[in-house]
């Protein structure tokens, strides 16, 4: 990772959250660098891999298990908005979490010669991940638009729930991690869950249209608030709900205090292990 010392902030001895930002953002960068790097469309694949997913979904369920979206039109394009609101939403956990256990067992180098914030590591799949959601949230918008649905002002604060979004990303990725030092299986388990998770998240069908014992069920996924938060700022007529807004930032911060306090209390047995 290259650096520029006219651009790097100094990190004194307290370490500065000024520099903390700057190497996550760093280590992120990177990260995004690195997926494209030696591809011949290069950055194109941000536009394009959510296209053809939201293209190959949309077949699937529209025309094969002929699902319909409830309260919308019947057109492909309608079910396909919907059903992208939901996708681009998991998909950035998915590809977060999925990559989150192994991220500091594959860095032994940093556990055991180098002084380095380890609780920095997953900040890079986490900004990956919200790089590409954000990414995905203008192409919604775009299509959306060209579609017929016409821009509303709520449309401008629809990148506000990438923040806690972000903060929900890490503290799990933090956990994950932080528990991927001591079992080394927690990939496979990992993966099991977020499979599990695709269709325990109002993904292919709106959480409305679940009986009342079901919504209270899926209403402890942690994806579920920024799904239906998506759809309701783009489709609906409604602004945004501030009060779920702060709710969700204020869980996803509690979550990462959380996850953080357990990092650091068994932070000093990474070198044993690894």
């Not at 977020?194 to 959480?207: A, H, N, V, W």
Request: aromatic residues 14%.
């Amino acid at each position: 990772m290259s650096t520029h010392p006219t651009n790097k902030p100094a990190a004194p001895k307290g370490h500065s959250l000024q520099y903390f930002a700057w190497l996550a953002l760093q280590l992120a960068t990177r990260d995004i660098a690195v997926r494209y790097r030696g591809t011949s469309l290069g950055w194109l694949w941000a536009l394009f891999t959510p296209l053809l997913m939201l293209g190959v979904y949309t077949f699937a369920f529209k025309y094969i298990f002929k699902v319909r979206w409830p309260g919308v039109g019947d057109s492909p394009v309608d079910f396909a908005l919907q059903l992208f609101a939901g996708l681009l939403i998991f998909q950035a956990a998915a590809d977060c979490w999925g990559r989150s256990s192994r991220i500091i067992a594959e860095q032994p180098h940093l556990v055991k010669k180098v002084v380095f914030p380890l609780a920095l590591l997953p900040w890079a799949p986490v900004l990956n991940a919200v790089f590409h959601a954000g990414v995905s949230m203008l192409l919604l918008l775009v299509v959306a638009t060209l579609w017929g649905i016409t821009p509303s002002v709520q449309w401008v604060f629809l990148p506000l729930l990438l923040v806690p979004l972000a903060f929900l990303l890490w503290a799990v990725s933090l956990l994950l991690a932080t528990l991927g030092v001591f079992m080394r299986d927690l990939t496979q388990v990992v993966a099991l869950v977020i499979g599990l998770l695709q269709f325990l998240s109002p993904i292919f069908y709106p959480s409305a249209s679940l009986p009342p014992f079901f919504q209270g069920l899926l209403a402890w996924n942690p994806l579920t608030v920024f799904i239906e938060q998506v759809r309701a700022m783009v489709f609906s007529v409604q602004g945004p709900s501030v009060q779920m807004w702060l709710q969700s930032l204020v869980v996803s911060m509690v979550l990462a205090a959380l996850a953080y306090a357990i990092f650091r209390r068994v932070r000093g047995g990474f070198a044993d292990v690894i």
